[in-house]
């Protein structure tokens, strides 16, 4: 009898470790990435500025970018920097930058590989959970690159229930 109970707890563990193995995780659509990073760009030339929009998934993997006419070259990798930091730290990067300037030990962020603290990456979440982040780069000032993706969000915020 004990050798059946060992067994069939043995059994019973492993099931569960295996059901464990196994995640279902949100992740932002082609489709999605696509009208966010539209809808940044489309903001922020209202705005008169020239700027490319990065949308990359839970990951950090790029999904769907856009420059706008006459943005600077530099505005490719700086929006992607930006929308990677932020999907990687679930935060805004001018919270992220606004946090290093007071505190030094965050001021060490700065040395991970990828991350740029400047404003303009916004993660896009539904409810609490991080399933990918816009990245602006080309505004005058990273707090207008952020609105312009806070913009772009807002006109998908249905989508992300």
């Known amino acids: 009898m004990n050798r059946f109970l060992i067994a069939l ?6 099931a569960a470790a295996q059901a464990q ?3 279902t995780e949100r992740n932002v659509s082609l489709a999605l990435a696509n009208q966010i990073a539209a809808a940044t760009v489309a903001a922020c030339s209202a705005n008169g500025y020239a700027v490319a929009a990065t949308v990359v998934d839970r990951a950090g993997g790029i999904r769907a ?3 706008a006419d006459n943005a600077g070259p530099h505005t490719l990798a700086a929006s992607y920097d930006k929308a990677f930091t932020s999907a990687s730290a679930k935060n805004n990067t001018l919270a992220m930058m606004e946090g290093a300037q007071k505190n030094p030990a965050a001021a060490n962020l700065v040395h991970i590989p990828g991350f740029l603290l ?3 990456g916004v993660p896009i979440k539904v409810g609490n959970e991080t399933i990918g982040a ?3 780069g080309g505004a005058p000032g990273g707090h207008l690159d952020e609105q312009c993706a806070v913009a772009a969000l807002d006109q998908v915020k249905e989508q992300l229930k």
């Open 134 to 136: 816009v990245g602006v």
């Open 65 to 67: 970018v856009q420059r």
């Open 9 to 14: 707890t043995l059994t019973a563990t492993a």
């Open 21 to 23: 193995g196994v995640r």
């Open 118 to 120: 400047l404003g303009g």
